[in-house]
T-cell receptor, first 112, second 117 residues
Framework: DAKTTQPTSMDCAEGRAANLPCNHSTISGNEYVYWYRQIHSQGPQYIIHGLKNNETNEMASLIITEDRKSSTLILPHATLRDTAVYYC?????????????FGAGTTVTVRA | DAGVTQSPTHLIKTRGQQVTLRCSPK?????VSWYQQALGQGPQFIFQYYEEEERQRGNFPDRFSGHQFPNYSSELNVNALLLGDSALYLC????????????????FGPGTRLTVT
């Protein structure tokens, strides 16, 4: 699976959009981009995933660049409850490598 | 619809002892993965069970073993506990045979906090 690079930490104001970048310059054509988050002392929570088209669900939007070398997770209206570590993971959607490889993630702090 | 459940929530053991952690997958899921998360680090993959067989294993010693039951629930066993085994142990469930086949996103339980003294 391709490696990802994320900023170590970022702050966001409550009520504003939070834009979380992820670099995955070595991604291959059959690899998806997945986002999870982990609120303190809880299990990771699936947020969204995509292949090449932008995706949106009730939690967030995922914008993937045309060359697929980077992506941005957007939390449209950040709340204090969005404070968490956010993990960007790339993996083949269907393969015999089933694991999720977590990096260090981005620690997002939403401030009032 | 029940999510992934794990038991116990917290556990304290002594070096050299053995421990068993339990996981019930999300309703409708048939695959269970286990992860270890040390303090301040991301989760590390231990192994995955499907159809009661271990089908992939991460870089963990044989002291870590598992089992999956016919109802898809799973156990993680750790023998000869070391201080370094202190961590949050996470179970994740997923569906292998969904529409169109393939594996899908994994849903995590709240974890079991193991402390080895």
């Amino acid at each position: 699976d391709a490696k990802t690079t994320q900023p170590t930490s970022m702050d966001c104001a409550e009520g504003r959009a939070a834009n979380l970048p992820c670099n995955h310059s070595t991604i291959s054509g059959n690899e998806y981009v997945y986002w999870y988050r982990q609120i303190h002392s809880q299990g990771p929570q699936y947020i969204i995933h995509g292949l090449k088209n932008n995706e949106t669900n009730e939690m967030a939007s995922l914008i993937i660049t045309e060359d697929r070398k980077s992506s941005t997770l957007i939390l449209p209206h950040a709340t204090l409850r969005d404070t968490a570590v956010y993990y960007c993971i790339v993996r083949v959607g269907r393969s015999n490598d089933y694991k999720l490889s977590f990096g260090a993630g981005t620690t997002v702090t939403v401030r009032a | 619809d029940a999510g992934v459940t794990q038991s116990p929530t917290h556990l304290i053991k002594t070096r050299g002892q053995q421990v068993t952690l339990r996981c019930s997958p999300k309703s409708g899921h048939d695959t269970v993965s286990w992860y270890q998360q040390a303090l301040g680090q991301g989760p590390q993959f231990i192994f995955q069970y499907y159809e009661e067989e271990e089908r992939q294993r991460g870089n963990f010693p044989d002291r870590f073993s598992g089992h999956q039951f016919p109802n898809y629930s799973s156990e993680l066993n750790v023998n000869a506990l070391l201080l370094g085994d202190s961590a949050l142990y996470l179970c994740a469930s997923s569906l292998t045979h969904g529409p169109g086949g393939g594996t899908y996103e994994q849903y995590f339980g709240p974890g079991t906090r193991l402390t080895v003294t």
